[in-house]
Nanobody, 123 residues
């Protein structure tokens, strides 16, 4: 059974930083490429970043390149998203999931979504 628990969100001023965590169940996490997605109010959920099982392959959406860093600790079944230089456009609920590549980018591999973690950036 899939279990994904996101945490670490909060309210931060523009230019600030946050570190998000995603704790995954063993059957979900083991051997899987993981990723972060986000959904802002009134908008569709969008891809943010992904990391391979070994951590040697990462990809980012253009709007976060140079500001966000994805990492993982396989011993802890946890994926992280370090977010720096935050701006109000980053305000959204952030989710993690297993991901796979498509012809147009990256997509979630399961229909299961955790509760997400709210990130709010004030100007």
């Amino acid at each position: 059974q899939v279990q994904l628990v996101e945490s670490g969100g909060g309210l931060v001023q523009a230019g600030g930083s946050l570190r998000l965590s995603c704790a995954a169940s063993g059957s979900t996490f083991s051997g899987s490429r993981m990723g972060w997605f986000r959904q802002a109010p009134g908008k569709e959920r969008e891809f943010v970043a992904t990391i391979s099982w070994g951590g040697d392959s990462t990809y980012y959406a253009d709007f976060v390149k140079g500001r966000f860093t994805i990492s993982r600790d396989n011993a802890k079944n946890t994926v992280y998203l370090q977010m720096n230089s935050l701006n109000p456009e980053d305000t959204a609920v952030y989710y993690c999931n297993i991901v796979f590549s498509t012809t147009t980018g990256w997509a979630p591999a399961t229909n299961y979504w955790g509760q997400g973690t709210q990130v709010t950036v004030s100007s």
